[in-house]
């Protein structure tokens, strides 16, 4: 649980927006803007997955910058460069929020937990 290991807590936060804007159907750029705080702690905190959870975040912020406003009416008119670059967008947001789940999901548990 976070109450056994705080330091955790900045992925599990990550996590949930992360869920968020990947279950959202409109992803607006202002949405990873909300990941910027968890991100530096994750970047900076203990454990590799949480560690490479901020560093895809930030890979899909990257993407995101590119898409908009540089490709996004070539977007709109659906060209394949800039389909691509929203498709691996998506794929690394979802790869953060998986990893972000699973490193909140293996948690230690507390052992004075009553279930």
Not at 51 to 69: D, K, S, Y
Not at 90 to 115: C, M, Q, S
Request: charged residues 10%.
């Amino acid at each position: 649980s976070l109450r056994a290991a705080p330091e955790r807590v900045p992925v599990a936060a990550l996590a949930c927006v992360l869920a968020f804007t990947v279950a959202n159907k409109v992803l607006s750029p202002q949405f990873l803007c909300w990941t910027f705080p968890l991100v530096a702690l994750v970047v900076v905190g203990r454990g590799a997955l949480q560690r490479i959870t901020g560093i895809l975040t930030l890979g899909a912020i990257a993407l995101t910058q590119v898409e908009f406003p540089y490709l996004y009416w070539r977007m709109v008119s659906l060209e394949p460069g800039p389909v691509a670059v929203v498709a691996a967008r998506n794929a690394v947001l979802v790869g953060a929020a998986a990893l972000a789940a699973v490193t909140v999901w293996r948690l230690p548990r507390d052992a004075g937990a009553g279930g």
